[in-house]
T-cell receptor
Framework: NAGVMQNPRHLVRRRGQEARLRCSPM?????VYWYRQLPEEGLKFMVY????????ESGMPKERFSAEFPKEGPSILRIQQVVRGDSAAYFC?????????????FGPGTRLTVL | AQSVAQPEDQVNVAEGNPLTVKCTYS??????LFWYVQYPNRGLQFLLK??????LVKGSYGFEAEFNKSQTSFHLKKPSALVSDSALYFC??????????FGTGTSLTVIP
């Protein structure tokens, strides 16, 4: 059973370009979370999705950022018109259920560098 | 509001000595508490969790954590530290709304 997959592992973009980050949850998991980690900081929650639904996007900037988790395929975190401040590690995590005490399983992260 | 605090940014301990990484939480209702470890350039790995029952929870790699309801704490412990335990440790709490709240992390350095 493969773990949570994220790609690309490293992404370099110039200011103004778009960044698309992909996350495939563990098999059987239908709940996905996206986090951002800045150097010397902890994890900042961005968005929580189930298949075809955004459940909680309270941590995601309202402009330039969007996320989806289609019925088929990976979850996508999209950042339009990237700026240098978007440079960070972005982690995806998945869980089996929507409640209870299930722990999250994390992917290896995508490290975005904006030049 | 739910929150997690890790009061120490950095903990240094000599190899073979016991280690403690502190965590306090604030959550409405019964908490689900977690510890994760992050090695450089890697994702977070689950160590252990508290759901209910015994206040002392045992997890991976010899780690354990003690849930203290009166002090709202969930400190991570290990009786004898290894150099390979050096990493970043995160405490987290899950609320009934299914969101996870993470602390800012504690960098543990085990000195040979």
């Amino acid at each position: 059973n493969a773990g949570v997959m994220q790609n690309p592992r490293h992404l370099v973009r110039r200011r103004g370009q778009e960044a698309r980050l992909r996350c495939s949850p563990m098999k059987g998991h239908s709940h996905v979370y996206w986090y951002r980690q800045l150097p010397e900081e902890g994890l900042k929650f961005m968005v929580y999705l189930q298949k075809e639904n955004i459940i909680d996007e309270s941590g995601m900037p309202k402009e330039r950022f969007s996320a989806e988790f289609p019925k088929e395929g990976p979850s996508i975190l999209r950042i339009q018109q990237v700026v240098r401040g978007d440079s960070a590690a972005y982690f995806c995590a998945s869980t089996v259920t929507s409640g209870g005490a299930d722990e999250q399983f994390f992917g290896p992260g995508t490290r975005l560098t904006v030049l | 509001a739910q929150s997690v605090a890790q009061p120490e940014d950095q903990v240094n301990v000599a190899e073979g000595n016991p280690l403690t990484v502190k965590c306090t939480y604030s959550v409405s209702g019964n908490p689900y508490l977690f510890w994760y470890v992050q090695y450089p350039n890697r994702g977070l790995q689950f160590l252990l969790k508290y759901i209910t029952g015994d206040n002392l929870v045992k997890g991976s790699y010899g780690f354990e954590a003690e849930f203290n309801k009166s002090q709202t704490s969930f400190h991570l412990k290990k009786p004898s530290a290894l150099v390979s335990d050096s990493a970043l440790y995160f405490c987290a709490v899950r609320d009934t709304g299914n969101q996870f709240y993470f602390g800012t992390g504690t960098s543990l350095t085990v000195i040979p």
